[in-house]
């Protein structure tokens, strides 16, 4: 061995080796940290950044702090799939997910099955949903809460009613009642809420028989799915200079010519691509503004119980003893450092309420 090795290696040669050794390791190092996936990361927290209350970045490209829990049983809710832990919302929306809960009770609905909010601290998920991602969307089930409690068990495996025929795109007549109108509209009737994705055949419905007042369809936009669900999203929040807002959706009802595409081939043929990875799979922490890495850093609250919203005053998660729960540094407009403008939280994302002349995703 030691003749082998020793006419090739003098002390300058061993120093070079070390060295290129050092460099290779840097290399091999540095990208793996700058590459981290953000929905690995975000979807092991378990529980919110215990700060006060904020969204960071776009609803499709961010995340939020200060994050509250729905409780998983209200008088008027019940949460479902509860092992997906993703019961978590600016306390905004969840207080907006509750009101309505109340209110549509008072309407006849008996109460919501509520579906995913989103992650403890937001960004992107290991499955499904583009957005979700700033604790400002939340969806909602078009079953109405069952009569008996719902065990665990059934909240995991229970499955929701298909309102729209797969091939006609339109509702299914029998099952849609106007309880479900109603439920729609007492959604849109709040100011906070913004807009509320909906099945283009449940849009068409709406179109075809609303009678009276029609301004409140103007927040109804139909896209993909959501043919079991409504999703509905709230607006930027005060205290969350961060958040990108959506743009306002156009004036008018939207039952025209945009609903009118919706009912041609093009949205329905099947994606050319469809092994070509999502966003939110490639999303990595450079991509997310920055202060998303806070987030992410900032400590937990003590259990989730004691970040679960009660009503009442705003509530913002209450941080474990120790340490103390820093504030999140004020975001600037250019939150997203040394990311070129195309890539940058702050441009423009495609609008997710506006059809679009694109292949469906699959899946969303
Ligand atoms: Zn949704």
């Known amino acids: 061995m030691k003749t082998v090795m020793r006419p090739f290696l003098g002390k300058k040669s061993l120093l070079a080796a070390a060295l290129g050794l050092l460099a290779l390791t840097g290399l091999a190092v540095q990208p793996a940290a700058a590459e981290e996936r953000a929905k690995d990361l975000f979807s092991a927290k378990k529980l919110p950044a215990a700060t006060a209350a904020q969204s960071i970045g776009f609803y499709s ?5 200060g994050g509250v829990a729905i409780p998983m049983d209200g008088p008027t809710w019940e949460v479902m799939r509860p092992s997906r832990n993703r019961r978590w919302g600016h306390p905004a929306m969840i207080a907006v997910i509750e009101q309505l809960s109340r209110d549509a009770a008072a309407d006849g ?3 919501l099955l509520i579906g995913d909010i989103s992650q403890p601290r937001g960004g992107p998920m290991m499955t499904g949903h583009a957005s979700h991602q700033i604790g400002l969307d939340a969806d909602i089930w078009l079953t109405p809460m069952p009569s008996r409690p719902l065990s665990t068990a059934q909240r995991e ?3 929701a009613t298909l309102m729209v025929d797969e091939k006609t795109h339109l509702v299914k007549d029998a099952l849609w009642t106007p309880a479900h109108t109603k439920l729609l509209k007492r959604a849109a009737s709040y100011s906070q809420v913004e807009r509320i994705l909906v099945n283009p055949g449940i849009k068409k419905k709406l179109c075809d028989t609303v009678k009276g007042d029609r301004s409140w369809l103007r927040k109804i936009r139909p896209f993909w799915g959501h043919d ?3 999703h509905m999203r709230i607006g ?3 205290g969350s200079p961060g958040c990108k807002a959506q743009e306002a959706t156009p004036a008018d009802d939207g039952c025209g010519e945009p609903l009118a595409w919706w009912f041609t081939q093009e949205p329905w043929r099947p994606n050319k691509n469809p092994d070509a990875p999502k966003a939110r799979d490639l999303m990595t922490m450079a991509n997310l503004p920055s202060q998303c890495r806070a987030v992410l850093d900032a400590p937990g609250p003590a259990s989730a119980e004691a970040a679960t919203y009660h009503g009442g005053s705003v509530p913002v998660a209450v941080a474990a003893p120790e340490p103390e729960a820093p504030s999140l540094p004020a975001t600037t ?12 939280a702050f441009t423009a994302t495609p609008e997710i309420g506006v059809p ?5 995703p699959p899946g969303n």
């Open 61 to 65: 490209k961010g995340c939020f702090a």
């Open 109 to 111: 609905w008996p109460g």
């Open 157 to 159: 495996s229970m499955s």
């Open 228 to 230: 079991y669900h409504f």
């Open 236 to 238: 930027c929040q005060p």
């Open 333 to 344: 407009a250019s939150g997203t450092a040394g990311l070129p403008s195309a890539v940058n």
């Open 356 to 360: 679009l002349p694109r292949p469906r």
